[in-house]
């Protein structure tokens, strides 16, 4: 489906790509990774045709249509559902065809390719995706220019996940959404019937949703079969073999050239001393590992412990308006050691808890007690849009260590990963991960109680995040993290709690059953809307008529059709979920991923059925 041969490109005369080459079959979903500035989005704009390569080319099949997320947010006035609609482009051009087309035999063609794209249907399935990326029935009607920046962005995602390309491009994906559209999201990849190729630093994402890695390095494209544990594990198990091989081959020279420095000057082995300095000459030598180590977090542990508890809320409410509270009856109580994580969509109030904590908030009702030495650490994602361009790293540390000497400042900031020509780099010439790690530097500066971390690893790649969460993990504070990672969650929280329905309170379960969660309530609204549109019907139709037996058998033939799929699908989960497929058997692991979405699209199907003849 889409083939990238020989690929060449250069920035400034930094070479990103160098004759990269691979070949991603129909119907594939890759993830593509690699170190943050190794240019994985220039490969994006490359495939796009956005940039002209200085050598290679990128093909595609013939009338094949490529599709990726606009990169100017929609913000006019037209409807979200509008303009999701508008996303795809022959649907929104045959629409307007058709409204003034005389010829019969045209009015043909638009009518037959309507049906054949399922036109009728195109509305609920843009409302469908809008519903999962978190938009509700109300807001989808509203105008784009009534929402920030951040869900302006699902709108563009949307758009693009409607339009349905053969081939879909997705960079970073799951940045701007909330953990429950990221658990939709994954859902939706696994089932898009096309081609998807994806850059993302999520690691559940690429566990869950893709069936192939494709590794960007030194300017070379490698594409390993699995998700990303196994692509790991590939990684290592080739770079192992790699230095067994350098050193054999380093054995190998020592042992020729100690047989030359022998034996060049002796008469009778001069013609082997020859020999082996022209099979020296071929040797081709094997390249030596470079590892591009992440620079360590670092959050100083809080110097005087206070007992428990922290922080103490007593049927507190909490709000922006007086008279409109956002989160109401919060009874809880934070410990020392407690690491908990936020649950909810967005918009129900995690980050307004968040400020209720870190005490940007003040309680409308009800109490928060927490003792006045209590010192909190922020870190939001929203802080980056504030940090002065015109700053450096070492400016922000002179002033919170005014008294301190330029070596002690130097010295922390080397702690938090700025070497010299970092730490006097202007801030608007740092990388997204280079700003967020200044503010977790601000955040954790004056040894905190309490981290308060949301969203923090949007700028973060994957060696990044896993520095991350064994900086979490050795800190011994308390934290509260908001996050749509999933693998953040679970390798750092050991209590949940669920913001929903005006209120703050703990989830008795794990991710796993947050998850069924979401998807069970996901599918629970969209039967309630089928329903709904059903059962509201003209009032000149005519009562419907009492159940027969022949709807009755109907009912429990899909009934058993139902558990027959779920069964199969749970057993095809338990053969998934074990690694050792994908690498001892990996073209049977690719055929039980394909098999799996299609019995989860045969289980919608059933689904949609018994529900009809439940109606009827």
Not at 361 to 371: H, N, Q, R
Not at 452 to 473: C, F, G, K, Q, Y
Not at 507 to 516: I, K, L, P, Q, S
Not at 583 to 602: G, H, N, V, Y
Request: proline share 5%; hydrophobic share 40%; net charge negative.
């Amino acid at each position: 489906m889409l083939h990238i041969n020989g690929l060449t490109y250069r920035i400034g005369g930094r070479l990103l790509l160098e004759e990269a080459a691979v070949a991603i079959p129909e119907g594939h979903k890759v993830g593509i990774v690699g170190r943050n500035g190794v240019g994985k989005s220039t490969l994006f704009r490359l495939i796009l045709g956005e940039i002209p390569a200085e050598a290679g080319a990128v093909t595609l099949p013939r009338n094949a249509r490529i599709g990726t997320v606009a990169q100017e947010a929609p913000g006019g006035p037209e409807s979200l559902i509008d303009t999701v609609l508008a996303g795809d482009a022959e649907l929104t051009a045959l629409l307007a065809e058709a409204e003034t087309a005389t010829d019969p035999h045209r009015i043909a063609e638009i009518q037959i390719r309507l049906a054949d794209i399922d036109a009728h249907s195109a509305r609920a399935r843009a409302a469908t995706i809008l519903s999962g990326l978190g938009f509700s029935d109300e807001r989808q009607e509203g105008p784009c220019s009534a929402l920030s920046g951040g869900w302006r962005m699902r709108v563009a995602l949307a758009a693009a996940l409607f339009a349905a390309p053969d081939v879909l491009l997705l960079d970073e994906p799951t940045n701007y959404l909330d953990l429950e559209g990221a658990i939709w999201l994954k859902s939706f990849i696994r089932d898009y019937p096309h081609t998807i190729v994806l850059i993302s630093h999520d690691r559940d994402l690429l566990n869950e949703a893709v069936g192939h890695i494709l590794h960007l390095e030194r300017g070379k494209l490698t594409l390993y079969q699995g998700n990303y544990d196994s692509f790991e594990r590939q990684r290592r198990e080739k770079q192992a073999l790699t230095q067994k091989l350098r050193k054999k081959q380093d054995d190998q020279r020592k042992h020729m050239m100690a047989f030359v420095d022998r034996f060049r000057y002796k008469a009778s082995k001069a013609r082997q001393a020859q020999s082996r300095l022209k099979a020296l000459s071929r040797l081709e030598p094997i390249a030596e590992l470079v590892e591009d180590r992440v620079a360590p977090f670092f959050f100083p542990n809080p110097e005087k412990a206070i007992a428990p508890p922290l922080v103490q809320w007593d049927k507190a409410s909490v709000g922006y308006a007086a008279d409109r509270a956002v989160l109401r009856n919060i009874t809880l109580r934070l410990d020392p050691d407690d690491r908990i994580a936020l649950l909810g969509s967005n918009g129900n109030g995690k980050s307004t808890f968040a400020k209720l904590l870190c005490g940007k908030l003040a309680c409308m009702a009800g109490e928060m007690t927490a003792p006045a030495r209590l010192s909190v650490g922020y870190f939001a994602q929203h802080q980056l849009d504030e940090i002065s361009p015109e700053r450096t790293p070492y400016s922000y540390f002179s002033e919170l260590m005014p008294d301190e000497p330029e070596s002690r400042r130097r010295a922390k900031l080397g702690a938090h990963g700025f070497g010299a020509a970092l730490a006097d780099s202007r801030c608007d010439t740092l990388s997204g991960g280079e700003k967020a790690r200044l503010l977790f530097a601000l955040a954790a500066f004056h040894a905190p109680h309490v981290l308060v971390l949301d969203e923090p690893t949007n700028h973060l790649d994957v060696d990044s995040r896993e520095a991350l969460i064994m900086a979490i993990n050795d800190y011994e504070g308390a934290v509260i993290l908001i996050s749509h990672d999933r693998h953040i969650i679970e390798t750092c929280a050991d209590a949940l709690w669920l913001v929903k329905d005006g209120t703050v309170k703990p989830f008795d379960g794990d991710m796993d059953d947050y998850t069924r969660l979401v998807l069970d309530t996901a599918r629970e609204n969209r039967r309630a809307e089928r329903a709904a549109g059903k059962v509201q019907a003209p009032a000149s139709r005519p009562a419907p008529r009492p159940s027969s037996a022949a709807t009755q058998k109907t009912v429990e033939k899909l009934d058993r059709r139902m558990e027959e799929l779920r069964g199969k699908i749970a057993i095809l989960d338990d053969a998934l979920a074990d690694p050792a497929l994908y690498s001892e058997a990996p073209m049977k692991a690719a055929d039980f991923t394909r098999l799996r979405a299609k019995l989860a699209a045969d289980l919608e199907d059933t689904e949609n059925q018994w529900l009809a003849a439940q109606l009827e």
